[in-house]
């Protein structure tokens, strides 16, 4: 399907749902939750307000503030106000725990271990595959996987979803992440800094800043200052999504059409990002993404916007997580990881 450009990209969605019965078949096929979500009546009536928290710097989040400026939200009965908690995952979370927001969207494995500890939130689907790198800098003699024992990794949290997947990685490649390197912590924008200190010889972050520094040249030379060692699509990663729409609790169990609503909305606008990237790139720039928007479109691409996961397969990799977590000593090493999936799942789609 070819992907519509400039003002297109307002009316994708409806498009998609409206589509002569010829071509319908195809487009079930590639987006099924379209589908689903175009089976019943349309909302009438006042929208129904939201609080959606999302963190506006992280472009993964994109599909959120797409939904809203391509109406998909308002064609669901919608009107959803975002909260942007920057770089504090932990308020975000807490504000879905204790009803201060509806709903958020997120990395997986920033929010996993939280609901370990009984956070009251549900997932009710994944968003998409990719947006996470770990970068080395082949100048402070890092470049590939083996020669990141005993250097630093520069992250921006010690309990973020950069540091507890490239810790699987490497555990599963050999390396002790507790061991052989270490993480240190700086704000996500001195990430570069501290290579340039020669405090660090290695970034793990997510973008759009990785994909930023990727782009970036040595003062006065062709060669890139980074290169990208692996991503949270590397290898069996690839067809795992890293990002999750999680519903506050009580929203689900007293209010589940909204919560169903909002979780096809997001979704759709999930579709719009895969189908018309640069639309996407423009309406995220518009909320002060960084990058130009012809970086944010390619950014956009390199991840797996077609992949949203719901119902077993969801779980699947939900309990799939949280048993590489116990790896790098994130879980209990006691839970019942398939138990977990079950009780964080919420299926409000079916």
Known sequence: ?????????????????????????????????????????????????????????????????VAKETGIFARHGLDVDFVNFGASTEMLLEALATGKADAGLGMALRWLKPLEQGFDVKITAGLHGGCMRLLGAPQAGVSDLQSL???????????????????????????????????????GEALTLAVDKGEAQAIAHWDPLTWLFLKERQAGGESARFVEIASNLSEKYATRSCCIIGVNGSLIRNDKPVATALTRAILEGGHVVHQDPRRAAEIFSAYGGKGSVDELAEMLRSHTHNHAPVGPALKQEIALYAEELKVVQVFRPTTNTQRFAEKVYADVLS
């Open 1 to 65: 399907m070819t992907a519509l450009g400039g003002a297109g990209g307002h009316v994708l969605a409806a498009n998609l749902l409206r589509a002569p019965a010829a071509i319908r078949p195809a487009i079930d096929a590639q987006f099924p939750l379209c589908r689903t979500a175009a089976d019943g009546t349309t909302p009438t009536g006042p929208l129904r307000p939201l609080k959606l928290a999302w963190t506006a710097s992280g472009i993964c989040t994109a599909a959120a503030p």
């Open 149 to 187: 024992r005993g250097k630093t990794i520069a992250i921006a949290d010690q309990a973020g979803p950069a540091k507890n997947f490239f810790s699987i990685y490497l555990a599963e490649r050999g390396i002790d992440p507790f061991k052989e390197v270490e993480w240190r912590q700086y704000p």
